[in-house]
């Protein structure tokens, strides 16, 4: 039974809505971070969050917005989305970073 | 800089078959972290193992084991009598000692098992 939990697992949207995706978990993990999975495969962080009210930028620069309100919630939002945010995109959590990760089964966005 | 290699995108094999996937890594740091992730067609990404840079010791579990060589800065993965089931697209990671918090993945290699 996975303990890190993502909504929707598949949207198809049209270009200039405003969408959220969601990711909780259930393991009181303080950090938490949001990767981008592009076609071909790769991964790119593109947000993280070290605990309540702390939210960073990863290595990808992301239209993107998140929030961290409670520790168990970090909603991903994009404001306006177009076709170039087609993407699959992941979420984790982890508890001191060392242990590994552990991932959702992601969101798969397609937007037309 | 640091950075992951999976020079293999793609392999194909048939069921019973050992297949070693590649990962090459490049960093400056003395102190690192390597992971192994499978990602099967369901999504997620599954934890498989860490391995810190100062443990060489090459590691078994089952049919999974992994050859970690700093003088190559290799961390191959190997599957010994591969099944079916170990169909999925694998990813090597690396993070930093003063850094953990971030993953620098490869590119993956999506191996597929033929029955």
């Known amino acids: 039974e996975a303990d890190i939990y993502q909504t929707p697992r598949y949207l198809v949207i049209g270009t200039g809505k405003k969408i959220t995706l969601e990711c909780s978990q259930t393991?009181?993990?303080?950090?938490m971070y949001w990767y981008q999975q592009d076609p071909g495969m790769e991964l790119h962080l593109i947000h993280y969050?070290?605990?309540?009210?702390?939210?960073e930028k990863g290595d990808l620069s992301s239209e993107s917005t998140v929030s961290r309100i409670r520790t168990e919630h970090f909603p991903l939002t994009l404001e306006s989305a177009r076709p170039s945010h087609t993407s699959q995109y992941l979420c984790?959590?982890?508890?001191?970073?060392?242990?590994?990760?552990?991932f959702g089964s992601g969101t798969r966005l397609t937007v037309v | 800089a640091q950075k992951v290699t999976q020079a293999q995108t793609e392999i194909s094999v048939v069921e019973k078959e050992d297949v070693t996937l590649d990962c090459v890594y490049e960093t400056r740091d003395t102190t690192y972290y390597l992971f192994w992730y499978k990602q099967p067609p369901s999504g997620e990404l599954v934890f498989l193992i860490r391995?810190?840079?100062?443990?060489?010791q090459n590691e078994i579990s089952g049919r999974y084991s992994w050859n970690f060589q700093k003088s190559t800065s290799s961390f191959n993965f190997t599957i010994t009598a591969s099944q079916v089931v170990d169909s999925a697209v694998y990813f090597c990671a690396l993070s930093l000692f003063y850094n953990t918090d971030k993953l620098i993945f490869g590119t993956g290699t999506r191996l597929q098992v033929f029955p």
């Open positions: 393991m009181g993990h303080d950090k």
């Open positions: 984790a959590s982890s508890e001191q970073g060392l242990e590994g990760y552990t």
């Open positions: 391995r810190n840079s100062f443990d060489e």
């Open positions: 969050s070290y605990g309540v009210n702390s939210t």
